[in-house]
């Protein structure tokens, strides 16, 4: 054999006895099959065989399983980003004819997708009042098909009834699927209330370093799961091996910073609802932020995500909320949340929810912040800063 040769067919096999605290990491487009027949048998549904990289691979395995545990599942799919975990239960539950049911609050992108694409299939969509489990149940229709939730809302963080929007959705047989980010399998066990699956946005929490794209779908029915694996096999979704690497280097300290940013954001929030400026503090367990009762319900062990949105005094104008993010100096302008570094984005309510669709948000500009891992002293000190700078 000439030594080229011997390099790509070396006889090394990592040695099975080998344990240490992190998982090796395989990385594959290609897996070997000892024979003919092997490959011809082999099944690429379910676990017990490895048949190309895209179906599964050692590392991806793992980390879907350690999913579940953590979101108290049983099936797991990897995808590339949290919207493309929400594109594929849609393209894989909904044909045409369908009508599916979005939270007038869901993350934007959720209500996007259903506005340019999947009406481009002849899939319907309306938004229901999330406050409000006799509006969805109103709006459920037989060509209704998938219903979203999410707990709680983007932005504005109202705290549904989710029991009861679950019970609406389950007594016309309708599958819900919930967007978990914020509860991150933490917060609350989602599968408790009767959800039939969950996506989540890993590049929030479980990677919790702002460095990661990744999404997932967890289930507890085979026959759900099967048919969401098919769509994921034939839309050829795969995630690539370092990236789950580096969430499952982050998920053993995911409780600790989720407790810790949880801690953090409600010293904040409460701080925030004595300044001047603020007309209102959206956060879940603040008493006053809509569904707070629902949140007593929900989250039973007190714990919610690090996020807080400030809805300034009407008095403030556009510009001036923008100069006060820009004033911000620990806080980074910047999407996303559950990294170290703590984030602020502006926003334009009024234009995101659905006239007359009243939630309990009181009118004016809103600004949200993610709270990073910096010393909540610090950030309480930036933000006294940029709010001295409003009043100036
Ligand atoms: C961030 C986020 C998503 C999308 O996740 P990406 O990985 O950024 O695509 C979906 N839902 C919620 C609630 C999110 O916060």
């Known amino acids: 054999m000439q030594d080229i040769t011997g390099l790509i067919h070396h006889p090394y096999l990592p040695p099975d006895g080998f344990e240490a605290p992190q998982p090796g990491v395989f990385k594959a487009s290609t897996v070997f099959f000892p024979h003919v027949a092997a490959m011809r048998a ?25 999913l579940c545990a953590l979101e108290g599942g049983q099936q797991c799919l990897l995808v590339p980003s949290g919207l493309a975990a929400i594109a594929l239960v849609s393209l894989s539950l909904l044909k045409t004819g369908d009508e599916v049911l979005i939270p007038d609050n869901a993350y934007g992108p959720n209500k996007s997708l259903a506005a340019a694409e999947l009406k481009q299939w002849g899939i319907s969509h309306r938004t229901y009042n999330p406050m409000d489990a006799a509006d969805l149940a109103a709006k459920l229709s037989p060509s209704t ?28 047989g ?8 914020w509860g991150a399998g933490l917060a609350f066990k989602p599968f408790e209330f009767g959800v039939d699956l969950t996506i989540h946005a890993l590049t929030k929490y479980p990677s919790g370093g702002g460095d ?24 050829g979704l795969g995630v690539g091996a370092n990236d789950v690497e580096a969430v499952l280097r982050a998920l053993p300290s995911i409780a600790l910073r989720y407790a810790a940013q949880d801690q953090a954001c409600r010293s904040l929030a409460t701080w925030l609802t004595t300044q001047p400026e603020v007309a209102q503090v959206l956060h879940p367990a603040l008493p006053g932020s ?63 929810r659905t006239p007359g669709m009243t939630t309990g948000v009181l009118p004016g500009a809103v600004v949200r912040l993610a709270i990073g891992l910096e010393d909540v002293r610090d950030l309480q000190a930036d933000l006294a800063q940029a709010l001295h700078a409003l009043r100036a």
């Open 145 to 172: 098909k998938l219903v979203w939730l999410e707990v709680p809302g983007s932005v504005t963080l109202e705290f549904p009834h989710l029991p009861a929007l679950v019970v609406a959705c389950r007594e016309k």
């Open 42 to 66: 082999r099944e690429w549904k379910d676990k017990t065989a490895y048949t190309y990289g895209l179906h599964g691979t050692p590392t991806t395995y793992l980390l879907e399983e350690r």
């Open 174 to 181: 309708v599958t819900t699927a919930l967007d978990n980010t």
């Open 290 to 352: 809509p569904g707070h009762e629902h949140w007593k319900v929900v989250c039973q062990d007190d714990m919610a995500a690090g996020l807080l949105s400030i809805v300034f005094k009407p008095a403030f104008s556009t510009a001036q909320v923008d100069a006060f993010c820009d004033a911000l100096k620990l806080f980074r302008i910047g999407y996303s949340w559950g990294g170290p570094i703590s984030l602020v984005v502006p926003y334009e309510i009024a234009s995101m």
């Open 212 to 235: 990661v794209l990744m999404g997932s779908v967890v289930t507890v029915n085979e026959a759900l799961h099967l048919r969401l694996k098919l769509t994921h096999m034939r839309l």
